[in-house]
């Protein structure tokens, strides 16, 4: 293994170890992300998560260079919606919810055009794509033993939601014995107070479940 390249980073140096990082994307799905998605029918501004793919692009890119691997996530149901908690299905605006019609197919359902990755950020060939029924990406995933096959124990956290599902991931990785990195520009809310506060809660208290550093910091550690 190789000695790790210090991340300059909030609470402090983020051990960056080659070969044992991996860079995971949550959810940057068009349901969320695009105009006329799901996201936006809910009354959300899409451009504070549109704003994200740029600094995003570059850091993926700069993953795939170094031959980082780079892990996606999708949130989304099976479409007879059987792995959908009653409760998750309940919740929502009554005619926006979980398998409904939307702008761009079924809402949240595997297979769907809205449910599927944007296309600048799309997966290459032999990405791992996660599809997890919840807003954390272990539960109900494979995700931890494909983590541990691969010698993983180091996470840059990209993608959206800041607060939803960024968050569930990171704390779930944490517990699990991850030291995660939380990319700053590369996670996005539709609320700004949440983007801010979501990024403090991570790295407070001495990095209480992280570490947060922005991708100008994180790119050169990883070349
Ligand atoms: C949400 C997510 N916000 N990916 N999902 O429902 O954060």
Request: aromatic residues 6%.
């Amino acid at each position: 293994p190789t000695a790790p390249s210090p991340v300059e980073a909030t609470p402090g140096p983020f051990p960056l170890i080659a070969g044992k990082t991996a860079l995971i994307v949550i959810d940057m799905q068009r349901d969320f992300i695009l105009p006329g998605g799901f996201g936006e029918s809910l009354g959300n501004d899409v451009n504070m998560l549109l704003k994200v793919v740029p600094p995003l692009t570059d850091l993926i890119a700069a993953a795939r260079a170094a031959g980082m691997p780079v892990i996606h996530t999708r949130e989304g149901h099976v479409p007879d919606l059987s792995d959908c908690p009653p409760a998750k299905l309940r919740r929502g605006a009554p005619s926006k919810r979980i398998g409904d019609p939307g702008e761009y197919g079924r809402i949240l359902i595997r297979g769907e055009y809205g449910h599927d990755i944007i296309d600048e950020l799309a997966p290459i060939d032999g990405e791992v794509v996660i599809d997890k029924p919840g807003k954390g990406a272990f539960y109900a995933t494979d995700l931890q033993q494909i983590l541990t096959e691969a010698g993983i124990t180091q996470l840059l956290v990209t993608g959206v939601t800041t607060e939803v599902c960024v968050h569930t991931t990171t704390r779930e990785a944490n517990d699990r014995g991850y030291e995660c990195l939380v990319v700053s520009d590369c996670v996005g809310s539709y609320f700004p107070e949440f983007q801010r506060i979501g990024l403090e809660m991570i790295s407070a208290q001495g990095g209480i479940f992280g570490w947060v550093a922005d991708s100008a910091a994180v790119i050169p550690a990883i070349a």
